[in-house]
């Protein structure tokens, strides 16, 4: 094979994990990109996946105390665990213990000052244990186990939401990375903790645990609980003693080692909150995390339970495996977190705070009892970023952030037949996707709205103090709110929780002569073998601004609804709550989209009104379109405002002209950097040569999001202006900008600039991906000679991509 034809091999084969790759939500969640084959997620290439029960219980571990240190050359964890044990219920002559690529040094039973050796048999995987006597229920036992493990060497396997599953990881370990620092970092979810201690590695075992970490005396230790005691040894090393006294999950035990700096702070005043990052983002870290004792405030009182641990960490770590983790008392994050106060204008990440914290209540304090029961976790977790923007930052807010899950379910169709509850699936790590996150917070917001806050969360205060330190299924989520609410809730936890789907609507409006009637008939469009469903909704009329409210059910496939007023009907507001989880047709016309964008009092009311309109809406406009369009682009809300830029960029540049000074104050000096980048790039689309000084002078934003706009805008108005520029942040440290800079170059195949794209392969997530779709649009304009110099660089990006290509693929 030729050269030329090797690099077009190449070439495709790079394609294909670029088209994989280029999802932003990669990057900065732990929602992972999905599998997007048209299929349900219990049936595989028409063969339905197991039944997967909750993990029997036959040996309870009461009390974990483990040693470790470490063996970089090798990546080695040398390992003793004493576990305290009894059996659960029957009686046991033998114990099976998880222990996943060990080598077993020795297994003894300690009967007071006595060690006994104990027989055992080990495939690698399962450790069993001859106990040389029966022990009934209530008989308390010590196993000692001396051990090597080796995560390294675990031929795992990779998935979406997790990418890997060795348990622990060694960062650098001999130091040959030029600017990554040494560490070790555990992730354990889903059962990946017995990769490097022998464990009962499953979620409805809860033990207690003590952590005694031998590190150098640089090295700062983290784990769950509390740090009881440091000790100097001989050889220079240094060994932390951890605690935690309260139960929890085994995949919820970590550590983390490394040269960190802490930063601390506290919670009532005695709770300590620490947060842990590399030195030269320390002076960012309470800019990043320093809402946290605000959020444990909120959610302690919301919930009406009081944080329940004895410390708060957060950690960044470098190479994470998923997006964060919500270890108890010590959440790692992936390095996203650690940022300065440039990125933080684009992206707080504070989402991602929120989601972990809430799940120690709802995941740590009540877990899961099986892996099918996700939700119970997840789904909260994910609705716990709802409740800290519904504080933090009004209605509003949390709404307009709240439908991008609603949005993100809608829009992976293969997700659409899942049910949330899967007592059958293929891997667990299939359980951490959109329906358990996204879907899974929306029914919760549904049910909410549904019966009221006061039962909302005094039914959750219920099933949290029930549960405490405990396991949880479905039904006991369930039964916790039919006893607070007096009603039963079978009908909406069996139509949400337990089924695929969801409803398709179809809102049409018939009004009297006069307006004072009108007749609204829903229809209900799904997939028939999703069902009819029931949804007790509110309806709203809508006589100017003022609205009177009428409850309805919908719960036929055609259903008309009349109603009557004393004065004109300007327009019905369908599901007022706006907490429906549908995809919704609604037929308003013009006039009546524009009268709910002023009337309605909610974002969502505004956001289906524009949308609707929006598809109406022509280039020759009246004087109510440019008011209704000037009334959002001056709200108060930037959500609004971006609301507006949005429907302007649906106008040609000639309807765009009245409104170019709002939209020149909008791009120089909005609060909100997303709203300066967008307003930016119309400004350019609408007359881009006109605006070359404003284009000029977004380069010096604070934003990351507005200087890349103004490159792209500048490079619209004035090329060698624009490449001037693009040339002077070829280096700037945002892949926001350097996507913006690749996407300029590819317009320029002549000039060689494969070294600048080769030293962008190491961005992460959406902008490496991305920014390599921009290379492969440069190198299939530009002559063979770049072409050439470009196939060393592509094989290296393409051998090591591949591992995690085939993960997303899978």
């Known amino acids: 094979m030729n050269t030329h034809n090797t690099f077009f091999v190449i070439l495709s084969s790079c394609l294909i994990i670029g088209a994989c790759k280029v999802n932003k939500n990669s990057s900065s969640t732990n929602t992972p990109v999905q599998n997007s084959v048209n299929q349900p997620a219990s049936v595989k290439a028409g063969k339905k996946y197991p039944y997967r029960e909750a993990e029997p219980r036959v040996l309870d571990i009461e009390h974990m105390a483990l ?21 659960y219920f029957a009686s046991i002559k033998t114990a099976q213990l998880d222990a996943r690529g060990f080598v077993i040094n020795r297994v003894a039973l300690l009967k007071n000052a006595d060690t006994l050796p104990l027989k055992y048999e080990y495939n690698g995987s399962k450790l069993l244990v001859f106990m040389g006597a029966e022990y009934t229920r209530g008989q308390v036992f010590k196993l000692f186990i ?5 995560p390294n060497e675990i031929k795992g396997s990779k998935g979406v939401a997790i990418t890997d599953d060795k348990g622990l990881y060694f960062i650098n370990p001999l130091g040959n990375e030029k600017d990554k620092p040494r560490q070790i970092w555990t992730q354990g979810e889903t059962q990946s903790n017995s990769c490097w201690f022998p464990t009962v590695d499953a979620p409805n075992e809860k033990i207690t645990q003590e952590l005694a970490i031998t590190v150098e005396d640089k090295e700062i230790t983290l ?16 060994t932390d003693f951890w605690k935690q006294n309260k139960p929890h999950a085994p995949y919820l035990v970590m550590l983390a080692v490394g040269e960190f700096e802490q930063v601390k702070d506290f919670w009532r005043d005695s709770i300590p909150v620490d947060y842990y990052v590399e030195k030269a983002y320390k002076p960012y870290a309470k800019m990043v995390f320093g809402n946290t004792p605000e959020m444990m405030e909120v959610f302690s009182k919301k919930l009406g339970v009081d944080y329940p641990w004895d410390k708060y960490s957060q950690i960044v770590v470098r190479d994470f495996v998923s997006g964060a983790m919500e270890n108890t008392s010590a959440v790692i994050h992936y390095d996203a977190l650690q940022h300065d106060a440039r990125e933080h204008l684009d992206n707080p990440t504070e989402d991602i705070i929120a989601h972990e914290l809430f799940h120690h209540w709802f995941g740590d304090l009540v877990t899961c009892e099986s892996w099918s029961n996700l939700p119970l976790n997840e789904s909260f977790a994910t609705y716990g970023e709802y409740i800290w923007q519904e504080h ?8 307009m952030e709240f439908y991008s899950n609603l949005r993100s379910y809608l829009g992976q169709k293969n997700k659409h037949r899942v049910e949330p509850i899967r007592y059958h699936y293929g891997s667990r790590d299939d359980m951490f996707d959109v329906v358990s996150y996204q879907k899974g917070g929306r029914m919760l917001h549904m049910l909410r709205k549904q019966i009221g806050d006061d039962a909302f969360f005094e039914s959750l205060k219920l099933y949290l103090t029930k549960h405490a330190y405990k396991t949880a299924e479905i039904a006991d989520l369930r039964m916790a709110f039919e006893e607070v609410t007096g009603e039963d809730l079978h009908w909406f936890f069996d139509q949400w929780f337990l089924k695929g789907g969801h409803p398709v609507l179809d809102y049409s ?22 069902g009819v469903y029931r949804l007790p909704i509110q309806v709203d009329l809508y006589t100017g601004s003022v609205a009177t409210r009428y409850p309805i059910t919908i719960n036929q496939v055609s259903q008309e609804f009349t109603f009557e007023s004393s004065g004109a009907i300007s327009f019905v507001n369908v599901d007022a709550n706006q907490a429906l989880v549908a995809a919704i047709d609604d037929h308003k016309t013009a006039a009546e989209c524009k009268a709910m964008i002023l009337n309605g009092p909610l974002y969502m009311d505004k956001y289906y009104a524009a949308k609707v309109w929006g598809e109406q809406l022509k280039d020759t406009l009246t004087n109510d379109d440019i008011n209704t369009l000037n009334y959002l682009l001056k709200h108060e809300f930037w959500g609004l405002r971006n609301l507006g830029i949005s429907l302007l960029e649906q106008l040609d540049s000639v309807n765009r002209k009245p409104f170019e000074p709002t939209l020149f104050n909008i791009a120089r000096m909005d609060k909100k950097s997303a709203n300066r980048a967008d307003a930016t790039t119309l400004l350019a689309e609408t007359d881009a040569k006109k605006y070359t000084s404003v284009f000029e002078q977004g380069i010096q934003d604070s934003a990351y999001s507005v200087v890349a706009a103004s490159l792209e805008a500048l490079n619209l108005a004035d090329s060698t202006l624009g490449k001037k520029y693009v040339n002077a942040n070829k280096e700037t440290k945002s892949g926001t900008v350097q996507l913006a800079v690749a996407r300029i170059l590819a317009e320029y195949p002549s000039v060689d600039e494969v070294a600048y794209f080769e030293s962008k392969f190491n961005l992460k997530g959406y902008y490496k991906y991305s920014l390599f779709a ?8 530009t002559d063979k000679a770049i072409q050439l110099k470009a196939i060393p660089g592509l094989k290296k990006f393409y051998q090591t991509t591949n591992d995690e290509t085939r993960a997303l693929e899978r």
């Open 67 to 87: 040693q470790v240190s470490f063996n970089y050359a090798n990546q080695y964890v040398l390992g003793k665990a004493t576990l305290t044990c009894k059996p």
């Open 146 to 150: 001396d051990y090597v493990a080796k």
């Open 223 to 238: 784990s769950n609980g509390e740090l009881m005691k440091s000790k100097m040894n001989a050889d220079g090393t240094r």
């Open 392 to 399: 933090k930052y009004g209605l509003m807010e949390a709404d």
């Open 509 to 530: 409006y018939a009004y009297g002569a006069d307006r004072k009637s009108v007749t609204l008939t829903i229809k209900q469009k799904q997939d028939s073998t999703w």
């Open 774 to 781: 921009e290379y492969i649009k440069y190198l299939q304009l």
